[in-house]
């Protein structure tokens, strides 16, 4: 049929060259990205794991099929276009050749090939029609943010269902005219072509089944002609670019995790080497569109608004402006927007037009307007969306095809802070902490080994001459070193290598940050210095195996280090433990003095998703006897982050909900009545959120934080002796410690501390508020306590309170040692009526003594000379209280709050934004 052929030939004339001209552009635009040499060599010199990651991520699925239904759509449509081709080839070979039963090798020729055509055509139907349910089901009209296709493109999103409908129906119609004419030659392999051919007859009605095949044919191929050019103008251009992009992304593993990109300018890693040779010219992070690298924009082209990013971002979840989708779609219609200027030469750029000019003038951060995930006007990215970043690492995770989201918000927060000097107000303290004392408390370095008060810990340097002499190097970190529960933690460590016969020793004041949050925050040259100065130390002790408590350091010693010539074998201290459990070294032991703990775990970001380190905790909180593990509903790779990521830790959150509460309220509720964690970081955070939700009684009292080891090591000791084993570490003390820094439960970020979990700079080993960290007993046994001790006490008669509890002339330690874990006002009181009571009764005085409010621990007078540094032990099991004589019996019973104000005053602590005066109770009198 020539009019067929002729008209068949014309749609090709108009359409093919439309779609060069387009793809012409798109390799203009993109290759005009910054040079981009390790991603090329990622296919020339790893040929063979680059053809893996395409059999594995493209053909395989694998990202797509985490989410079952809409993976397996996703499939059925994907193995459409690309086995439906051959349908096209059959095609365009009765176009041509003008004979519809023409045949070329397998094709229109082999049976089970026509079959598999039917058989994927059908089954793509059934992933359009999955799509249409869950586009209706999760359209943004009905479910709004919650909704994971907010932002993105529906109107296009439904124009390409439609078409991908089309090409499956005109497919069917052709082919099934085909059949009935005798010109299919798979004849009832192609099950489905033949039945649509027995339903339009037969060759009786040859000419009119004739025309209705030439029609078929011709829309067959218009269809799919049109297709193309929308989809080279649309979102669904990632069905030819999203290969390339995972062919092309990073070397260095599976994902886009773990390390960072290094800083980059003209295709080489800058390093501070490299300061003083650099000129203006010279770009230090991502300032325009035009300083992303060619693979960042083939990021923005590749993505295909699926959403399944936003959907797990903890940013947009807790109602703040960033989406990981609209950041990279908002600068993929900056980069076409201002494409026009960026392939002009010099002298084509003074004819463009305004609104190309007018992009051409918009800075890429900076104030919106509009709403902020989605402007309308202003900067490209928004200042609040940029910094809401916590680097989870969720959305590149999540991302099917392999996008970089994180190296792209580090590249820009790498310019506005190297470059503009621009960066939220908090950072300051954080970056000057980090550049005078290598920490970001900005504790002295001196103070570093104050944890190990009372234990023999070896130190780099001092105890051993480098680590050929242990099998470990414990890395403390800041936080172990500073902050008072990460304290608790690392002790916990130390205690169980100990107990299972491992040496170990740490480099103590050797040691400095590790930078992690300096480079996440955009200040990599601050990274390199604290980097650098690390790996000379660790050179020069010989390092080879570490074992860390906080992911961050863990994920920058094992990832980022290597930067820097130095490869080391680290490990979490959850893998060394369970392995060493697992080698029957620490053996857990029940509890059976009280009912099963119930035990949810939350999986720290760097040490789950960027490091996938899922196993090892679980296991250790599944083999401690008397305690049910049960999971949250976001755990594994879905977990949802603490807040403290991405330098966030240091910065306060204004906008939407707090990504701890958040976070803690999924915790408790599982029910669990310990909510175990693996991250110092993390532990900051959800100790906070319970804080706050106790303080609204949201979460029961008992309910509390620990780390895994600390746990362990509570099991272990039940093994024991009673003269052996000390009070659980931890037990109980992360709900009284107060909410700390930017989370410290204010409204007002003014009045929060500057630096997350501060510690006061004081040398003794107490809480802090420099409470003691022991356990008190109940307010009965306190009461019963001190009548006891009163009564055996004589050198008490003729002394006022005050005097005997400021000074040395009585021996009240063992009294005193009960009273060291907290003092509540009302406690207070009590126990000064108590010793006036036993003041009276010794001097003979049988007058009552009046009841006396005393100040509360804020309220103290501060001690001109602070005492000396103790070791911080904990008490002795208390043995059951025996009855007491009737003058304890007497005792007055705890005063307890009586209004809602009162009990959460009662709960609340002194605010950490300066440390209270101490009222000392470690010394002797």
């Known amino acids: 049929m020539t009019w067929v052929l002729v008209l068949g030939l014309l749609l090709n004339a108009v359409a093919l060259p439309l779609a060069a001209r387009r793809v012409v552009f798109l390799y203009r635009l993109i290759s005009s990205g910054q040079p981009a040499p390790d991603r090329l060599e990622n296919v020339t010199k790893r040929t063979g794991k680059a053809i893996g990651s395409q059999l594995t991520e493209v053909l395989g699925q694998r990202r797509l099929l985490k989410w079952s239904i809409p993976g397996a759509a996703h499939a059925f449509v994907m193995y459409a276009f690309l086995i439906l081709a051959s349908v096209y080839l059959e095609a365009y070979m009765a176009l041509l050749l003008q004979d519809p039963s023409a045949g070329f090798l397998v094709f229109n020729a082999w049976g089970p090939l026509g079959f598999l055509q039917d058989l994927i055509g059908v089954l793509c139907l059934v992933g359009l029609a999955i799509f249409t349910v869950i586009r209706v089901k999760e359209a943004p009209a009905r479910l709004g943010r919650k909704s994971r296709f907010k932002g993105s493109h529906t109107g296009g999103a439904w124009l390409v269902l439609f078409m991908i409908f089309n090409v499956i129906w005109t497919m069917f119609l052709f082919r099934g005219a085909s059949s009935a004419l005798g010109n299919l030659n798979y004849g009832k392999w192609a099950f489905a072509s033949y039945a649509v051919g027995k339903a339009l007859g037969g060759p009786t009605d040859s000419h009119a089944v004739e025309v209705l095949e030439g029609i078929g044919l011709l829309l067959h191929i218009g269809v799919m002609l049109v297709f193309l050019i929308i989809v080279l103008n649309s979102k669904h251009l990632h069905i030819f670019i999203a290969p390339l992009n995972v062919m092309f992304k990073r070397p260095d593993g599976p994902l886009a995790l773990g390390a960072l990109k290094p800083l980059m300018s003209d295709g080489k890693a800058l390093t501070l080497d490299d300061v003083e040779d650099m000129d203006e010219d010279t770009k230090l992070g991502i300032g325009a569109i035009e300083d992303f690298t060619w693979k960042g924009l083939l990021d923005m082209a590749s993505c295909t608004e699926c959403g399944r990013c936003q959907s797990q971002c903890p940013a947009w979840n807790t109602e703040k402006p960033l989406s990981p989708k609209m950041l990279i779609m908002g600068l993929r219609d900056h980069a076409f927007a201002k494409a026009p200027y960026l392939l002009a030469d010099e002298e084509g750029r003074t004819g463009l037009e305004p609104q190309v000019m007018a992009e051409v003038e918009r800075p890429l951060v900076g104030e919106t307007e509009g709403e902020a995930w989605h402007p309308t006007g202003g900067a490209v990215i928004d200042t609040d969306v940029l910094w809401s970043c916590v680097t989870c690492g969720a959305c590149v995770n999540q991302c099917p095809v392999d996008i970089e989201h994180v190296d792209h918000i580090v590249d820009m927060r790498r310019y506005q802070v190297l470059i503009e000097s621009s960066f939220p107000s908090e950072l300051n303290g954080l970056f000057k902490g980090l550049e005078s004392k290598g920490n970001p408390w900005n504790m002295s370095p001196n103070m570093r080994l104050d944890w190990a008060q009372g234990m023999d810990v070896k130190v780099v340097g001092e105890d051993v001459e480098d680590l050929d002499e242990v099998d470990w190097l414990f890395w403390i970190g800041c936080a172990g070193a500073y902050e008072d529960r990460a304290k608790k933690t690392v002790r916990a460590v130390a205690e169980l290598l100990d107990l299972a016969d491992v040496s170990f020793a740490v480099l103590g004041k050797g040691e400095t940050c590790t930078g992690d949050s300096a480079r996440r925050a955009g200040n990599e040259f601050l990274f390199q210095q604290l980097a650098t100065q690390n790996v000379e130390v660790l050179t020069e002790a010989k390092a080879k195996k570490v074992v860390s408590t906080c992911p961050h350091c863990f994920n920058t010693l094992k990832n980022e280090y290597k930067e820097l010539g130095i490869e080391l074998e680290v490990v979490h201290h959850t893998q060394l433990l369970n392995r060493l459990v697992r080698e029957g070294r620490l053996t857990p032991v029940a509890d059976h003095a009280g009912p099963k703990q119930k035990v949810t775990y939350h999986d720290p970001c760097y040490l789950g998703r960027h490091n996938q380190v899922y196993t090892p905790p679980r296991e250790l909180l599944e083999v401690i006897p008397s305690t049910e593990f049960t999971e949250m509903e976001r755990s594994g790779e879905r977990s949802f ?254 005063a307890k709050p009586t209004t809602e104000e009162e009990k959460v005053e009662e709960k609340k602590p002194a605010s950490s934004s300066e440390p209270p005066p101490d009222i000392d109770f470690s010394g002797s009198l």
């Open 641 to 894: 982050c603490c807040g403290a990521g991405g330098a966030r830790m240091w910065m306060e959150e204004r906008i939407g909900e707090r990504i701890n509460e958040n976070r803690t309220r999924e915790a408790v509720e599982t029910g669990a009545d310990q909510i175990a964690v693996g991250c110092p970081f993390c532990r900051v955070m959800l100790s906070d959120g319970l804080t706050n939700m106790q303080s609204k009684e949201e979460a029961r009292e008992e309910v509390e934080v620990l780390d895994v080891a600390q746990m362990l090591l509570a099991a272990v000791k039940r093994g024991e002796t009673p003269a052996e084993a000390t009070a659980e570490p931890g037990e109980g003390d992360d709900e009284r410690y107060p909410a700390t820094a930017a989370h410290d439960g204010t409204d007002d970020p003014e009045q929060a501390p500057d630096r997350k979990g501060d510690a006061p700079e004081v040398t003794d080993p107490t809480g802090p508020l420099g409470e003691p960290e022991v356990e008190v007993a109940d307010s009965g046994e306190t009461a019963s306590a001190a009548s006891a001790a009163s009564a055996s006490l004589p050198a008490w008669a003729g002394l006022d309170v005050e005097t005997i509890l400021e000074g040395d002339d009585v021996d009240i330690s063992e009294f005193k040692a009960k009273l060291k874990a907290e003092l509540k006002d009302e406690l207070l009181a009590e126990i000064k009526a108590e010793l006036e009571g036993a003041l009276n009764s010794d001097s003979g005085t049988s007058e009552p003594v009046e009841k006396t409010t005393s100040p509360s621990i804020a309220d103290a007078p501060k001690a001109e000379e602070k005492p000396a540094a103790v070791e911080e032990k904990a008490p002795e099991p208390e043995p059951e209280p025996e009855p007491e004589p009737a003058a304890a019996e007497k005792a007055e019973p705890e």
